[in-house]
């Protein structure tokens, strides 16, 4: 099977299927990927462990911080206690929620993240009245995109001043 074929099915299956869990399975949300394949995931109680990703997720499904996931125990782990059996998406919470399998401490936390993700999506950018004539293109910046992943520096008008007296 080619590498297309195979990443074809594995995203099919990821985001038609639905799962649900079963008595050995849980319902963990990811905190942070240390490498390696690995990530440390968080259970509805409070308990932080390595679950390691299956081959045939690899370079096909890419999780990211507060994803959730289903994970299969693993018996003779020290540090990796799970292995990733699914990963959910939106859609997947929204139907386990309304299904009652969804934990309550994660119904709070999907809330939240999802009300962060529409503010993030919309960046606000100030409103100033355009002026006409070349200085206004030229020096003002207020219509360029703003990247939310950096921090806003401000430079206040004292600090260019003295730098262009200099």
């Known amino acids: 099977m080619s590498q297309a074929t195979k990443r074809k099915h594995v995203v099919k299956e990821v985001l038609g299927e639905h799962m649900v869990p079963s008595d050995q399975q849980q319902i963990v949300r990811v905190l942070r990927t240390p490498g390696n ?35 299969d125990p693993i018996e003779e782990g020290e540090k990796v206690k799970a292995e990733i059996s699914f990963v959910l998406c939106k859609d997947h919470v929204r139907s386990l929620q309304k299904e009652g399998l969804w934990p309550e401490a994660f119904s709070e936390m999907a809330e939240k993240q999802n009300n962060n993700r529409n503010r993030q999506t919309q960046p606000e950018l100030p409103a100033e009245p355009q002026s006409s004539g070349e200085e206004s293109s030229s020096e003002d910046d207020s219509d360029l995109f703003v990247n939310t992943n950096r921090r806003q520096y401000h430079e206040s008008e004292e600090e260019s001043e003295e730098e262009e007296a200099a």
């Open 37 to 71: 394949n690995l990530h440390e995931v968080e259970t509805a109680q409070g308990q932080r462990f390595l679950v390691s990703m299956p081959s045939k997720y690899r370079k096909n499904i890419w999780i990211k911080r507060g994803d959730f996931l289903i994970v």
